[in-house]
């Protein structure tokens, strides 16, 4: 069985530079709108501790957390907006501790599970491992949201790895939930790593391909940039396809980002 201490820490830094970037901001700022259509800056980490606390309760209640799934169920469209909306209305040095407490007892919690041990999650069971990449993923694409809002380009890091893996894993999920059929044979995908290197995913000789810089791959199976503006690029018409629905996350289709040329 793997280490999932490398994850542990990796989560632990991408948390850290996400919270460098929002510990010293206004209030005014903590108010500035992001890509995300309705969501403040206190919106984008309200979610955050919001799902760290879910993902908390997963772990250690897993009767309280069906409790949440019940609820996600019988408001789908509106669950996740109104936990951020809550949370968006605390005082700013508030829910930037609520944000820390949570992810802190999440840490601990994920690191004392039992080897081998599967939690409830809104999407399959997951290890403790994949919890803590799932949280590392949503991390990256929120912060890369605040970012945006802020004008501070971020220097992309190794901890993509994270994210594009459960981009290529999430493929099959990608077509269902867009009532799709899944393809038949796994796709070849080469990204180019930001050091240079190269990540590879699914057999050398296959068919369906796709290539690109692994920053954008991860942009793109987020949904924080169009597919127009990024250079990932698709062979065979059921990776192309791929590519204008894929995502990482759990949950509905999301509507992703309009290209920038679209207002021109």
């Known amino acids: 069985m793997a280490d999932p201490t490398p994850v542990f820490e990796d989560l632990r830094e991408e948390s850290e530079e996400l919270d460098r970037l929002v ?4 209030p005014e ?10 969501w403040s800056i206190a919106h984008q980490i309200a979610h955050l501790a919001w799902t760290d606390r879910s993902a908390l309760l997963a772990v250690t209640d897993a009767d ?4 949440l799934v019940e609820k996600a169920l019988a408001a789908p ?11 968006a209305r605390l005082p700013p040095d508030e829910l930037l501790a609520r944000w820390r407490d949570g992810r802190a007892a999440l840490a601990t919690a994920l690191r004392a599970a039992p080897p081998g041990v599967r939690f409830p999650w809104y999407g399959p069971p997951m ?26 380009v971020r220097a992309p890091t190794g901890r993509l790895r994270h994210v594009a893996r459960i981009g290529v894993r999430a493929r099959d999920f990608a077509f269902g939930v867009h009532g799709l059929p899944a393809p038949a044979g796994e796709f ?30 991860c942009l793109l199976v987020t949904q924080r ?40």
């Not at 309280?64 to 409790?67: K, V």
């Not at 994949?130 to 991390?139: C, D, I, K, V, Y």
């Open 23 to 26: 510990a010293e901001l206004s």
């Open 29 to 38: 700022e903590w108010s500035l709108a992001t890509p995300a259509p309705a």
């Open 64 to 67: 309280a957390f069906r409790g």
């Open 77 to 87: 469209a509106s669950f996740v907006d109104e936990g951020a909306e809550e949370g």
């Open 127 to 152: 290890s403790a491992a994949s919890m803590a990449t799932g949280r590392l993923m949503e991390t990256w694409a929120h912060g890369q949201d605040v970012a945006d809002a802020l004008g501070v």
């Open 188 to 217: 070849r995908v080469e990204l180019t790593t930001p050091s240079g290197d190269l990540w590879t995913y699914g057999p050398e000789d296959a068919p369906q391909r796709v290539t690109g810089p692994a920053l954008d791959f």
């Open 225 to 264: 940039a169009h597919r127009a503006d990024l250079a990932v690029r698709a062979t065979g018409p059921d990776a192309d396809r791929w590519l204008d629905i894929a995502q990482a996350f759990a949950g509905p289709p999301g509507a992703g980002r309009a290209p920038k040329g679209a207002a021109r």
